[in-house]
């Protein structure tokens, strides 16, 4: 079964720098995608960025960008320029073509302090 | 606006009463999912429908029922045998197809008094 690691529960970063998440996954498939969900306190849950195993660039959005190492099986998050708003949880997720659902990390909560 | 609705946001219920929790989309998504989040937890999957009229259980279905007649609602009832229901529930929708990309509702959070 497809495992994702979140293995940092908790971080913190000052306004304006720079704070990378780190996630990992198990699975011996080719054919995957990843994501990175962000958790508000309001609790919504919102997609932050989405990344296809079958692509070499790494995914960016804005000042979001992931490392993507597929021999390591490492999909990390970098938030530059950090903002308040981004304090929340954020989950790393694993979705394999062929299968019916999503598996989650345990999330991590990340704090900016102003 | 295209998105996911749940109703209500809060619920408090009566040890012993089932509660049902509602959930709607208009995004033409075929499949749904709902999930169960509890304080500083990730998301535990508890039920899930990729087409109308049939659904299967996810990792912790015990004590919860759904139902999926229509293709916009999902809704998940939570019954008397869940032994721990005070939690935060989300609801979430997909196209079913790769990437399944899903977008979630904004929550219901139930407790038990």
């Known amino acids: 079964a497809q495992t994702v690691t979140q293995s940092q529960p908790e971080m913190s970063v000052q306004e304006a720098e720079t704070v990378t998440l780190s996630c990992t996954y198990d699975?011996?498939?080719?054919?995957?995608?990843l994501f990175w969900y962000k958790q508000p306190p309001s609790r919504q849950m919102i997609l932050v960025i989405r990344q296809e195993a079958y692509k070499q660039q790494n995914a960016t959005e804005n000042r979001f960008s992931v490392n993507f190492q597929k021999a390591a099986k490492s999909f990390s998050l970098k938030i530059s320029d950090s903002q308040l708003g981004d304090t929340a949880m954020y989950f790393c997720?694993?979705?394999?073509?062929?299968?019916?659902?999503?598996?989650f990390g345990k999330g991590m909560k990340l704090t900016v302090n102003p | 606006d295209g998105g996911i609705t749940q109703s209500p946001k809060y619920l408090f219920r009566k040890e012993g009463q089932n509660v049902t929790l509602s959930c709607e989309q208009n995004?033409?998504?075929?499949?749904m999912y709902w999930y169960r989040q509890d304080p500083g937890q990730g998301l535990r999957l508890i039920y899930y429908?990729?087409?109308?009229?049939?659904?299967q259980k996810g990792d912790i279905a015990e004590g919860y029922s759904v139902s999926r007649e229509k293709k916009e609602s999902f809704p998940l009832t939570v019954t008397s045998a869940q032994k721990n229901p005070t939690a935060f529930y989300l609801c979430?929708?997909?196209?079913?197809?790769?990437?399944?990309?899903?977008?979630f509702g904004p929550g219901t959070r139930l407790t038990v008094l």
């Open positions: 997720a694993f979705f394999q073509g062929g299968s019916e659902k999503l598996v």
């Open positions: 699975t011996s498939e080719n054919n995957y995608y």
């Open positions: 429908s990729q087409i109308v009229n049939d659904f």
């Open positions: 979430a929708s997909s196209s079913g197809l790769a990437p399944n990309e899903q977008f």
């Open positions: 995004l033409n998504h075929d499949a």
